[in-house]
């Protein structure tokens, strides 16, 4: 199944392409892929549940898009295996980095989550015609369960996102503008984390901001 905004490439490819190639004239970031993903898994003879893998050349200008698209329909549904992208390096390398590192940040934490990612091959420009000005990165992102457990997920990456807004100020200024949404303060919340208020976004693990996140949820939900 090959999804191809192109209307010229798609007309070119149906007179080229094998008869078990499907070729979806369309943006893979407006196209609503349960509902043409689900229909052709339920067509497929074998037993149990069918998961795809994805592979793909993104266009630089939306990897993050899609990469965050793939995630999200995981999460909903389980159905990817894993997916083998083409990704600018400097992507590749946000996808890949550990805490403490300039290229830590939302992306990374947001994939890392639900995926083990690899890095398969470097290549410079010279691999590709015409040549792009970026070197590139084939990457694998092989998807699972949640590294960590959230209770409320969505809030794990409004918080997230806000505080990586502000990297460079200390937890406790870059923690201000989303506790002020809620009804404890970000002093109060890196207390009862055992966090030291003075470190930077950039140095906190995914354990430590699911920490950081599930104090904030578990506060503020009204209780039965």
Partial sequence: LAIEIDHD???????????????????????????TITPKRQEEPTQGTVRWRVAGNLPYGISSPVLGLLVEFHRKTELIS????????????????????????????????????KELL???????????????????????????????????????RTMFTQRRKNIANALHPFAASTSLSSAEALTKAGLDPRRRPETLNLEEL????DIFENMTSPKN
């Fill in 82 to 117: 894993d997916a083998t992208l083409m990704l600018q390096k400097e992507v590749a390398d946000r996808l890949l980095a550990k805490p403490g590192s300039r290229n830590y940040g939302v992306l990374g934490i947001l994939i890392q989550l639900h995926a083990d990612i």
């Fill in 210 to 213: 699911a920490s950081l996140a």
């Fill in 122 to 160: 470097t290549l410079p420009s010279g691999a590709f015609r015409p040549s792009p000005r970026v070197t590139s990165s084939l990457v694998r992102l092989s998807f699972r369960s949640p590294l960590i457990s959230l209770v409320n997920e969505k809030l794990f990456e409004r918080m997230v």
């Fill in 9 to 35: 490439l798609v007309h070119h490819l149906k007179t080229i392409v094998p008869n078990n190639v499907q070729i979806i004239d369309g943006d893979v970031l407006t196209l609503d892929l349960e509902k």
